[in-house]
């Protein structure tokens, strides 16, 4: 939360409280998991760089139009971005993918022959920020956690 440079919020302010920008952080296996009920920060370079400086991180986006993106971090620096539900096209010009061709067929976001899988959406998006940045957590975290929360301005 101190990297994103997330303000301290009541316990009781609720995500319809506020635009965008309440946070949540939940302990995950490997690392820690971020929830913005509404909002868009996890693709934001000027909040996405200082977060993932000496680390990974990724995040999925989705909103109530089904607009996606997934964006992959590494050390301050933007790897790739896709769109979950047309990653094959969204691919063609990202070099920073290639690496992580294999992890895009695992979790079924890409078939053998490249192209898109049959199931690809943010759900998928979502495996993928696990396997590349080694985070593992229970979806449930989305609406059973009750971690600390922050305001995030941006």
Same mark, same amino acid.
């Given at each position: ?69 997934? &964006?992959?971090? @590494? ?7 896709? $769109? !979950? *539900? %047309?990653? /094959? ?36 998006? &979502?495996?993928? @920020? ?7 957590? $229970? !979806? *449930? %975290?989305? /609406? ?11």
């Amino acid at each position: 939360m101190r990297r994103l440079g997330a303000e301290p919020v009541d316990d009781d302010m609720e995500a319809g409280d506020v635009a965008y920008g309440l946070i949540r952080a939940e302990r995950a296996e490997g690392g820690t998991v971020l929830i913005e009920w509404n909002g868009f920060s996890v693709i934001i370079e000027r909040l996405q760089r200082p977060l993932s400086a000496g680390t990974v991180s990724a995040g999925v986006f989705r909103n109530v139009n089904h607009d996606q993106e997934f &964006v992959h971090w @590494a050390d301050g620096h933007e790897v790739f971005r896709l $769109d !979950p *539900a %047309l990653p /094959s096209d969204s691919l063609e010009d990202e070099e920073g993918a290639e690496p992580f061709l294999a992890d895009l067929r695992a979790v079924g976001l890409l078939t053998g022959d490249g192209e898109d899988g049959p199931d690809a959406d943010a759900e998928l998006a &979502v495996a993928l @920020a696990m396997r590349v940045t080694g985070v593992t957590a $229970d !979806p *449930a %975290l989305v /609406s059973e956690g009750e971690g600390p929360r922050g305001l995030v301005r941006y």
